[in-house]
């Protein structure tokens, strides 16, 4: 592992970060509902893992585009994981932006919103070998996913 800028984190986090700004202007109606009853250990879990990935991505250049063949296309997984991700903001944002609209599959992933990222953060860690990320991003996703995972349950209990 090498300190070091990386413009790919940098990257990674515009990705991560621009659609997320729009989204605190468009919520899904009724989501403070929801973020009330969030799960405080998973929430904890969360905030962690986005802090440490934030840092992570960026201070290593390990993850910086640096070699060819094989290892790279871990990194190109990645980047298709993040345009899937941009592209099922523009579907949210085009919505009418309910919780079903937040939380509906895209392309037969679901909750697509969180999986994506946490997805894209691990196959980040692998390109870049880096233990440290890849241990972050597990603590991401099982507060990131885990959190969403309770609000996709409950706006089933509540259809029902």
């Not at 515009?14 to 250990?41: C, H, S």
């Not at 070998?129 to 309770?150: E, R, S, T, V, W």
Request: aromatic content about 16%.
């Amino acid at each position: 592992m090498h300190l070091g800028f990386s413009y790919v984190g940098f990257i990674f986090l515009l990705m991560l970060f621009i659609p997320n700004g729009f989204w605190t202007k468009n919520q899904p109606k009724d989501y403070d509902k929801y973020a009330t009853r969030e799960n405080k250990v998973l929430l904890a879990f969360e905030r962690v893992g986005e802090v440490a990935v934030s840092a992570l991505v960026l201070i290593f250049s390990d993850f910086n585009v640096h070699s060819s063949g094989p290892r790279l296309l871990w990194l190109g997984a990645a980047f298709v994981l993040m345009i899937m991700y941009e592209l099922y903001w523009i579907r949210y944002f085009k919505s009418e932006k309910t919780m079903q609209d937040f939380y509906r599959s895209f392309l037969g992933i679901p909750l697509a919103g969180a999986t994506l990222p946490v997805l894209a953060v691990l196959l980040i860690a692998v390109y870049g070998k880096n233990p440290i990320l890849f241990a972050a991003g597990m603590i991401l996703g099982i507060g990131h996913i885990g959190i969403h995972i309770q609000h996709k349950n409950q706006i089933t209990d509540i259809k029902e």
